[in-house]
């Protein structure tokens, strides 16, 4: 099932799960560029329709309407004007399909025609994004009804500070222009509102500098209206040293087609001196803290989002066990209960909450991507056979030859069969929650394993000064890892734990005897018994506190660790601050959410009033990933080839390369610090003796 229709159907879950919002229902539409001295209702009589209906479909025409402004009407109109600057002759078209990184602007400035004009004969276009493959009729005997040399534009205004919607028109004609005392390149483009590369082209022999008397051609616009309008609604930036078309776009909050609209010599590339138009107040507007993103690569770290080389359309397919089937049949009341019993449901609703918020962040970013949503329609009894053949009918009975990238299924089997029925066409398959994978060559596995936590705590581990006073607690079920900390610590002392009819525990004598009072204790225990945490973690919290022995204040430095964090940890049979006490560390594939992520939080909470679950802090944060990849290489699998790691929210991704395809060797120390925060502990390489 198709991205829209998941959407529709998840409307009924909105109130209860608060995880997505309502989608409009999208009909064909046909535009009208307003002229000079028309109003609303002036273009409803001429439409046949009424003011009420554009207002619905134009919300900024209640404020303010002029001339330049495209507004959508409803297709079922008489049109009795002649829309969108066009002329009334019969046209004849060409099919043109889409290539890899084309989008509409580029398309409308490639053929001279406008793109509400391409939108007016291809629909669909109103409501879905170019994706490459695509075909679309194109007039070939449009004649614009403004005419004017190439490559020389002049922006009509938008109609607010927040809005960078632009129409542009051609320049009708040059014009001289004596340059006056002290004028540069610099204020000439900015008083004609061009940048120094336009100017630049309008006067080929003008070398580097300008001089006083000298008379070059500009556009022949009036002036000082032009200069007023840029005043009031430009700012102007000149490109930098070291500027990118990501920190520019991060800089003005513009998307990338923006920004070439306001600016048109982009297209030939970002060069140093470019003096580029942007709307005022949008400098500094957008803030990253939600976007965390870094390369270590040769021990050195950049962004990867300034790295991005590929601004095409990501085309991604999710793949998440709605059971869609079910929740049509029922009544709210059902589907609430629904919520409140199917684990795996509210698993995929929260994920996919988080997905969308990433897709529109990257956006922001110039990163525009095709989404489409299949449902796995998981359902229990039905067995792992059956659920998997579902998989097997959406990948058999859907076009994925264009697919980037498939996040998704969710479950261990599902993912297994659709890694294996997309090997043959290269597309990779992102495992997105579980551990319980066989893998395969195009299978990119984003949970780290319990055994890379391990290691990488024994790697932490063996940081640690050898004369601490090291003491290792485990039960019989993690032998190995104890075997492990013993080589690590020959000389550790080990406590056994007892049995007991409620589960294992110790006697008080048991811990007592083997902590030191004048040397650090390192305390390493590997169970997920959750009677004997308890005991371990309450009785070791004792012995820290200051005891009085005689008239000897006594206190005993004391940290606690594991190699792997069990759900035992999440009972409330265990005192949270007696491990805030304890300075506990462990392993963890996520991180906590701290100030830095405070824009995504708000983000979040803003658009769904609740505040984000791991899973979709998880959604958000593989899918940002996904789409940086795809637009910083060629690929996934050619964005693992450089090494880098990357970091948002709560989750870092570094993948190596195995017979089992790739799996993410990225992963935190944690340790519990005041007021039971959780903080990343940074790990420096043990040094060889």
Do not use: W
Request: glycine fraction near 6%.
């Amino acid at each position: 099932m198709k991205k829209v229709i998941v959407l529709g159907i998840m409307m009924c879950f909105f109130a209860f799960a608060k995880a997505f919002a309502t989608p409009s229902v999208l009909q064909e539409f046909v535009s009208h560029q307003v002229k000079d001295g028309e109003t609303v209702y002036s273009i409803s009589k001429a439409y046949g329709v009424s003011e009420k209906e554009i207002y619905k479909l134009n919300p900024d025409a209640k404020s303010s309407v002029y001339e330049g402004l495209v507004l959508i009407l409803p297709s079922t109109t008489q049109s009795v004007a002649n829309p969108v600057g066009g002329n009334g002759d019969d046209l004849k078209f060409k099919t043109h399909k889409v290539k890899r990184k084309e989008t509409l602007y580029s398309i409308s400035r490639n053929y001279n025609v406008p793109e509400d004009v391409l939108k007016k004969h291809n629909k669909q276009l109103y409501s879905q994004t170019l994706r490459k493959g695509d075909k679309i009729k194109i007039p070939t005997n449009y004649k614009n009804n403004t005419d004017g040399p190439v490559g020389i534009s002049v922006i009509t205004p938008p109609k607010d500070d927040n809005d960078t919607t632009a129409v542009v028109k051609n320049v009708s004609e040059s014009i001289d222009y004596t340059v006056q005392a002290k004028e540069t390149k610099y204020g000439i483009a900015r008083k004609y509102g061009i940048t120094i590369a336009q100017l630049e082209q309008m006067n080929p022999g003008m070398g580097a500098g300008l001089k006083e008397g000298a008379t070059i051609q500009v556009p022949n616009i009036k002036t000082e209206k032009q200069a007023v309008i840029d005043q009031a609604q430009y700012s102007f930036y000149e490109v930098k040293k070291g500027n990118t078309m990501y920190s520019l776009l991060r800089e003005f909050n513009l998307k990338a087609d923006d920004l070439l609209a306001l600016n048109p010599a982009l297209d030939d590339g970002l060069k140093e001196g470019m003096i580029l138009k942007v709307p005022k107040g949008s400098a500094g507007a957008i803030s990253t803290q939600n976007t965390q993103v870094s390369i270590n690569q040769n021990a050195g770290k950049v962004s990867l989002a300034d790295s991005i080389t590929d601004y095409s359309v990501k085309n991604i397919a999710i793949m998440l066990p709605f059971g869609l089937k079910r929740a049509t049949a029922d009544t709210a009341d059902v589907r609430k209960n629904m919520l409140k019993r199917d684990r795996v449901l509210r698993l995929a609703l929260d994920f996919h909450s988080g997905v969308l918020m990433a897709v529109k962040d990257a956006e922001k970013i110039g990163i525009n991507s095709n989404v489409t949503v299949y449902d796995t329609d998981y359902v229990r009894k039905d067995g792992s056979a059956t659920n998997a053949r579902k998989v097997e009918n959406i990948i058999n009975s859907n076009d994925f030859s264009n697919t980037d990238a498939v996040i998704g299924p969710m479950l261990g089997f599902n993912v297994d069969r659709a890694a294996s029925l997309l090997l043959t066409k290269g597309i990779p398959v992102v495992s997105p929650l579980t551990q319980r994978i066989s893998g395969g060559l195009n299978v990119f596995q984003t949970r780290p394993s319990d055994e890379l936590l391990r290691a990488k705590m024994m790697d932490y581990l063996e940081t640690l000064s050898k004369d601490n006073n090291v003491i290792i607690i485990a039960d019989t079920k993690n032998s190995g890892a104890k075997s492990k900390l013993k080589a690590l610590f020959p000389n550790a002392k080990e406590v056994a734990p007892r049995k007991g009819d409620n589960g294992m525990f110790l006697y008080g004598d048991d811990i007592t005897a083997k902590i030191s009072d004048t040397k650090p204790n390192i305390v390493i225990v590997e169970t997920n018994d959750i009677p004997l945490i308890s005991n371990v973690t309450t009785k070791l919290n004792t012995l820290r506190s200051s005891e009085v022995e005689g008239e000897t204040m006594i206190k005993r430095d004391i940290n606690l660790f594991t190699t792997f964090r069990g759900t035992a940890y999440d009972s409330d049979e265990i005192q949270h601050t007696h491990l805030m006490n304890l300075n506990f560390h462990f392993p963890s594939m996520e991180k906590e959410y701290d100030e830095t992520s405070s824009a995504f939080i708000e983000a979040y909470e803003t658009k769904y009033n609740i505040t984000p679950s791991t899973e979709a802090i998880r959604g958000y944060d593989i899918m940002m990933d996904t789409l940086l990849r795809l637009g910083y290489a060629q690929d996934l699998f050619q964005s693992v080839s450089s090494g880098l790691e990357t970091q948002y929210v709560e989750n870092k991704f570094q993948y190596a390369k195995s017979s089992k395809g790739f799996y993410n060797t990225a992963a935190y120390i944690m340790k519990y610090e005041e007021n039971l925060l959780l903080k990343e502990v940074e790990v420096i390489p043990a040094k060889d003796e």
